[in-house]
């Protein structure tokens, strides 16, 4: 059992953000998460992750809390939030990554600078190792966030709508690399914002509206039935959405 | 106003006012690149007013400020001020802003009020808490086998204390203060890292106070960080940075008070200020001035190579500009007018891309290669726009106008291999061939 | 009866206070509250050049002085967040520390230039001795009073439509850089009367805490400024009383303290939004969601077998809602002196009658919500509570009986 979230409800002043939300996943698998502005996607992995408090209910993560399997968490949290003023490099932000590993005190050495390195190498962003962050362009910022995400080295990833504001091009790395990281056998969660892309990118899906409306594996769970119950009338993205699921239907 | 004859000076006392003050600022400065970095200057601030009535009260029972038990108090109420204003902000509601004010106003009242209320034989004033005493703390005192003021063997220990803070604690502040979510969910507590921060800040505040006083504390917490913050780009020189100027701030307070005999603290403050200044004009990357020259440098290589550009054009459209030249004020008005058109037509000649007489500029050999490069990036770009954007011909032209100083020769390589060596652009015009300089081969055509 | 100077006092510091609680009330919701200590500590190089360039106390010239530089520090807050890297707090923490230190040089150097007088003089400028107030001081004290009250009633939907939301004025065209432009010369002004009265380290006070304290009250705008003014008032009045009594204390410091009783009464004690109310309401709020959960646990496992009843034990409960039995306890002894439940000698508890007719409700309420928000998923921000236990009660008759019809259906309704 991976991830077990139990009853959860998250409220902020009263108002439910996420209500009695019951999920399991049992084996390693990319999972994305959907639903409309304020559904609260964003909400749900930080109350997995411990960052939001709980009204009530409780989540495991591999058998245990998620203060004990720290280790074995990566987090790609959004990108607003960032001060790009800050004094630090690329790889700088890559070798955070791995602090995670080494505990209170100690320095990052050798070691991880060169695995900082290779993962920068991965994301195609070798050769910007020593820029500070924010001369960089959007989709390269991001890719470097996600460098970071692989230099924890963990067993399970939550990302925060990572493809947001980014272009095409980054999009297709992002996902080369989130299909490497699911061949080493882990798990990822991806809040995802682009209804017309779930079905060729994600084997599970997660559809939420402040309620869990549906979660299971794409083919069976990602209907129009129940992105009517996710999203209510908006008819346009359901349009595009069921015309992707049409056209995948029809390949097959 | 008069200037002292420097050899009149005390020396011990110069050097133990300077060395006491380099080494409060020096604490300040370190910690306050966090503050600065993390936005909360305003809460250091905070801070620094509220330790008062503490001071007060350990001064009243213990007859001195910096004192170990002092300390730990200090780091205590500094923690304390941290958690109360997040408290009314978080569960109150209260604006974070003014709830801070909130805080700090009423302990730091509280602190004057103690103060005026102990009896009178009781040696702390408020000139006291506003300025410290920094003309006075330098009262000679054996230690070590050697003569040093009363307070610095614990200014020396807050700074191996605060030394080793940071450095221990290097990689938990950096990723504390650059990412707080990410930190936490790796199991490095960012609120923890941020309370044992403002710890560390009241004590350093408690040990500066006899120097600095409470209330210019706040300037050697923020102003050094924010010069460092503006010279470089790395973490590590920001610190070193920001040392240098607290150390330079007190040298100049010294020789402030010396010539104008207003006391250190005030001038240390100013001195801080006018290197912040300083670096606001001219720090490398970040300064004013240093953007608008880059700016300038910019506008005038754009100009030249337009100017370059212009007169290739010139020769195309008719085979006489070759030897008849073509007015300077024509060109400059094709070009762009402006300082920096002006400034080009010399700066070309001297780099001998231009030949000039009576008033009229002809191409030279190196010149008219420069300009067939940069007409050659501008063609290619707008076959690209063309083929690959279907973009209408009048789209074109003001594109590639603003691109084709920034198409370096690998660029253009690329370019014209990925579309085939074309020879003409969409509205018709020959794309030209450079020829390279050494050794005659032309890139563009084989 | 109290003397004529005692009253001047007192008049001058209560239309101070009042001023500031008033015009206070605009900077703290505009996020300016500390914009006003960092025009109260640049204010002082401005009293302290005013007095050396006429070479005597002279309230008017160290005033406009006060305001210039004042105005001056501002700008240059403005300046360094527009033009550099440097953040707006960073930026008024700059100014605020290297004007008052600058402030504080000259202040020093004019002590030792100048006669014994000075030193007090200026030193009532830094920490405030409204005790010295003159009575032509109190003539500048209520006209500056008198504008901001003014200002506030005349431009009253204007400030909050900028206070609030200053894009949306622009758009409908107000001018809402001038509006801004004016508050903060109000801000200045209360700052620069304020000065001789409160000193320049604690002047922010007075436009902050019985602002902060307001908010505490009301909800409303319109009753904030009332009660600000109010508070303010009282703020002034009081501390220049008890300092009279006390007159080694600069007046200062003792009408923040009082200011700050003020503060410290009101974020405790007020009716909604003070601490110990909303603890309350909070550990009720608890325990409402825990019964609720309990009585749908008990509801669901005996609805398998429904008519026949069982008892249940503490662990399945738990087992079922994500509460330890230690929480549930407490609950469950609720409902056991309620009689909507009967301990069993092996611990485990059975309904009464009563007590199934509550885990019905309950769980209806439940189902009802949950049946909603499925239908009507783009609704469930609008509606969703959590301390509403039933649809019932958000939800109109017609809606609540097509969902029950649906969960009829299914057989879901209890």
Known sequence: ????????????????????????????????????????????????????????????????????????????????????????????????????????????????????????????????????????????????????????????????????????????????????????????????????????????????????????????TFTHDNLAKTYGGRLGILDDAAEALAARERSV | MSWPDLATLDASQAFWTIVVGAISNTCCAVLGCYLVLRRLSLLGDAISHAILPGIVVAFLLTGQTASWPMLLGAATVGVLTTVVTHALHASGNVPEDASMGVVFTSLFALGVVLIALAPSNVDLDLDCVLMGRLEEVTFPEPWLGFEVPLKFPSLLAVLGATAAFVALFWKELKIASFDPALATAMGISAAVVHYLLMGMVAVVTVAAFDAVGSVLVIAMLIVPAATAHLLTDRLGWMVGWAVVVAIISAVLGYLGDVYFDTGVAGMMAVGAGSQLLLAVFLAPRHGLLSKLWHRFMLALRIVSEDLLAVLYRFEEATSETRTAGVPWNLCRRVAGGGLAAWLAAPLLWWRGELRVAAGRLWLTQQGRRNAQSLVRSHRLWEVFLGEYFQLPLDHLHESAERIEHFIGPKLQERLASDLHQPGRDPHGKEIPVVKDADNDTSRGRE | MIDYNTAVVLAGTSMLGAGAGLIGTFAVLRGRALLGDALGHAALPGVCLGFLLLGRRSLAAMLVGAWLSGVLGILVVAGLRRATRIKEDAAIGIVLSVFFGAGLALSRYIQTQATQGSKAGLDSYIFGKAAGMLQGDLLWISAAALAALLAV??????????????????????????????????????????????????????????????????????????????????????????????????????????????????????????????????????????????????????????????????????????????????????????????????????????????????????????????????????????????????????????????????????
């Open chain 3, 153 to 414: 009633v005349a431009l009253f939907k204007e400030f909050r439509l900028v206070t609030f939301d200053g894009g949306f004025a622009r758009v409908q065209g107000w001018p809402a850089a001038s509006l801004d432009l004016l508050l903060m010369g109000l801000v200045s002004l209360i700052v620069v009367i304020g000065l001789p009265a409160v000193g320049a380290v604690l002047v922010a006070a007075l436009l902050i805490l019985p602002a902060a304290a307001a908010r505490f009250w009301t909800e409303r705008l319109g009753m904030m400024l009332v009660v600000a003014g109010s508070f303010g008032l009282v703020m002034g009045a009081a501390g220049t009383a008890i300092s009279a009594h006390v007159s080694r204390a600069p007046t200062g410091p003792i009408i923040v303290l009082v200011g700050t009783c003020l503060f410290g009464a009101s974020a405790l004690f007020a009716p909604r939004r003070g601490a110990v109310a909303r603890w309350i309401d909070h550990v009720r709020f608890r325990r409402r969601l825990r019964g609720q959960a309990m009585w749908r646990a008990v509801y669901e496992l005996i609805e398998p077998r429904f008519p026949a009843i069982r008892p249940i034990a503490i662990d399945e409960l738990a087992h079922r809602t994500s509460y330890t039995p230690a929480q549930l306890r407490r609950v469950l002894r609720q409902a056991e002196m309620n009689d909507l439940l009967i301990r069993r000698p092996d611990g485990r508890y059975l309904p009464t009658a009563a007590g199934l007719a509550q885990a019905a409700r309950v769980t209806r309420g439940y189902r009802l919500w949950e049946r909603f928000l499925t239908e009507q998923p783009e609704l469930t921000s609008t509606f969703a509570r959590l301390d509403v236990e039933s649809a019932d009660s958000a939800l109109s008759h017609e809606i609540v009986a097509e969902l029950e019809a649906a969960l009829r259906a299914e057989g879901r309704l209890p």
């Open chain 1, 1 to 220: 059992m991976i991830l077990d979230v139990h009853n959860v409800t998250v409220a902020y002043h009263r108002k439910p953000v996420l209500w009695d939300i019951d999920l399991t996943l049992q084996r390693p698998s990319l999972v994305g998460i959907v639903g409309p502005n304020g559904a609260g996607k964003s909400t749900l992995i930080k109350a997995i992750l411990g960052l939001v408090p709980l009204a009530s209910g409780r989540v495991t993560l591999f058998g245990q809390s998620c203060q004990k399997q720290r280790r074995l968490i990566g987090y790609v949290p959004q990108r607003e939030s960032v001060d790009w003023d800050f004094p630090v490099s690329v790889l700088d932000v890559v070798l955070m990554g791995t602090y995670g590993g080494l505990g209170w005190f100690r320095r990052p050495r050798r070691a991880q600078r060169d695995w900082a390195l290779e993962c920068l190498r991965r994301v195609g962003l070798a050769d910007l190792a020593g820029r500070q962050i924010g001369q960089l362009s959007g989709g390269q910022q991001q890719r470097t966030f996600l460098a970071r995400a692989i230099a924890q080295r963990a067993e399970i990833y939550f990302m925060d709508e990572p493809m947001a504001g980014v272009d095409a091009a980054t999009e297709r790395v992002v996902f080369e690399l989130l299909g490497e990281l699911r061949e080493q056998g882990k798990t990822v969660l991806v809040v995802h914002h682009d209804l017309r892309t779930v079905a060729e990118y994600f084997e599970q899906v997660v559809m939420l509206n402040m309620r869990l409306v549906a979660a299971g594996p794409t083919c069976t």
